[in-house]
């Protein structure tokens, strides 16, 4: 049995985090990435860095939309698992540019699944966002509550990716588990989510923008807490499911910035706006579900997550990229 995994958007944020994870439990890891300017690319290649030089990690710079190039990387490699991570993020861009996440998205995935199936893989780990439950007001959200009514293209793209795994599952038989990950922060983020930008802006001094009166509340989960449920995904899961990967403690905007303030040791310059389109008012993970069956315990405390990505900001003069 191969102990390959393929991990697609291997130099983003929990793609690179995933693929740390793996390495360092004996897989041999196949990493894909368009490494697309979505962000500053430098970034990214800094994700990349300390796995290059790893005899066990190989790095394939393409697109997913790419059929012709995705199966040359599927001829050289037997893989054991796949875990899409790979996607066009963000959900307020998403509602300005639909079309890119479609194709990415929704295509990106079609090519991965179809790929596995021909392949004869049993075993498809997909990223699934805690976004595909739009204005829910019920909460916490959990695995079976309708998910009808999504507030972006972004979560869109999501849900679909999630009724691919089901019929993948229902006419394959291939194991598909689609992980609906909630606000994940921590070393190497994604510039444009708040635990970084907030953090980038009041360290260089600039103001930032407060949607609404600061009592939104998002469910913040540490990467670290995020990859140990990808991985227990990866070994545990059978047939098709859906998990919460949250930490089940939603917190409200204006305490999240008095956390980045306490972290950073200076006062933010705050701006108060109207919530945009395509925010949702609040994110709650039921993770009993995750709990039970992928033994996940989130372990991290938002003041100690953000303590950590400070620290990892300020060691690697982050605001250089900026």
């Not at 922060?185 to 609404?212: C, E, V, W």
């Not at 409200?252 to 949702?280: R, S, Y």
Request: proline share 4%; charged share 20%; with cysteine.
């Amino acid at each position: 049995m191969s102990n390959k995994v393929l991990v697609t958007g291997s130099a983003g944020f929990i793609g690179s985090h995933v693929s740390d994870q793996l390495l360092s439990e004996g897989y041999e890891v196949v990493g894909i990435d368009n490494i697309n300017s979505y962000y500053n690319v430098k970034l990214k290649h800094n994700n990349l860095r300390n796995k290059l030089n790893n005899p066990n990690f190989k790095f394939y710079k393409l697109d997913l939309r790419n059929i012709k190039e995705l199966k040359q990387v599927f001829n050289k490699h037997k893989f054991s698992s796949i875990i899409h991570l790979a996607a066009r993020a963000g959900v307020r861009p998403s509602i300005a540019a639909p079309q890119i996440y479609e194709t990415t998205n929704m295509l990106g995935t079609i090519h991965l699944l179809e790929l596995a199936r021909r392949n004869s893989m049993n075993n498809f780990v997909f990223a699934s966002s805690s976004s595909v439950y739009g204005m829910a007001k019920k909460v916490p959200f959990k695995e079976t509550d309708p998910v009808n009514h999504q507030a972006s293209q972004y979560a869109v793209t999501k849900r679909s990716g999630e009724l691919l795994c089901s019929n993948y599952n229902h006419l394959y038989n291939i194991n598909t588990a689609c992980l609906r990950f909630f606000t994940v922060y921590g070393p190497r983020g994604r510039p444009d989510m708040a635990p970084f930008k907030f953090s980038h802006k009041i360290l260089t001094n600039q103001t930032i923008d407060m949607y609404g009166d600061g009592t939104t509340a998002r469910d913040y989960t540490y990467v670290k807490d995020i990859v140990s449920g990808i991985t227990s995904a990866m070994k545990n899961n059978e047939g098709y499911e859906i998990y919460n990967l949250g930490n089940s403690n939603p917190v409200k905007l204006k305490k999240f910035i008095e956390t980045i303030e306490n972290a950073v040791g200076k006062q933010a310059k705050i701006i108060q706006k109207e919530i945009p389109p395509g925010d949702v008012l609040i994110t709650y993970a039921d993770i009993s579900k995750a709990k039970k069956k992928l033994n996940y315990k989130p372990k991290t405390k938002l003041k100690e997550g953000m303590e950590h990505f400070v620290e990892w900001y300020k060691q690697n003069n982050i605001s250089k990229y900026f």
